[in-house]
């Protein structure tokens, strides 16, 4: 596949041949903390936009523009979701999921996407066989937003 996305398809392809999720280090959630959530998206004016919306609903926001600094911040510091933008430069959010889910195993990742291949699910899907426990597709609403942040911290499965 040629194109933008030339490389996530190549990514894609990859991802679905290796898609076990190993068992990696569970997440220790502080009581009485704000819930924390890392927004990993390139496009600032959408990252800010999730972040402000969150924010207002009384959740901890951290923002990373890839998945190379979402993995460094979450490393350093575990939210209690994720979500993530599929597709961005350097580390897109496929391998930022499979990786996270890899070192994390309890990281509870939402999967964003509004790409080229979002129309058929392919993504999004891909998405969830690496370990996104949800998945959003855009453009979305901010209450469609915070119900499925929500959902994945009520659900204690995804913990």
């Given amino acids: 596949m040629s194109g933008p996305y030339g490389h996530l398809h190549d990514v894609l392809s990859r991802a679905m041949q290796d898609s076990t999720v190993g068992p990696g280090r569970r997440i220790q959630r502080s009581e009485g903390e704000m819930p924390r959530v890392l927004v990993v ?27 190379r ?25 496929i391998e930022f999921t499979r990786q996270l889910s890899r070192e994390f195993a309890g990281a509870r990742i939402i999967a964003m996407s509004g790409g080229v291949l979002q129309s058929s699910g392919e993504a999004l899907e891909i998405a969830t066989h690496l370990g996104a426990v949800a998945t959003l597709p855009k453009p979305f609403s901010l209450p469609e937003l915070v119900e499925v942040v929500a959902r994945v911290l009520a659900d204690p499965g995804t913990a």
């Fill in 41 to 67: 998206d390139d496009d600032a004016a959408v990252r800010s936009a999730v972040a402000r919306g969150l924010a207002a609903h009384g959740y901890e926001v951290v923002e990373a523009p890839d998945g």
């Fill in 69 to 93: 600094v979402g993995l460094r911040l979450f490393r350093e510091r575990p939210a209690d979701v994720v979500l993530t933008d599929l597709y961005m430069p350097d580390v897109d959010g």
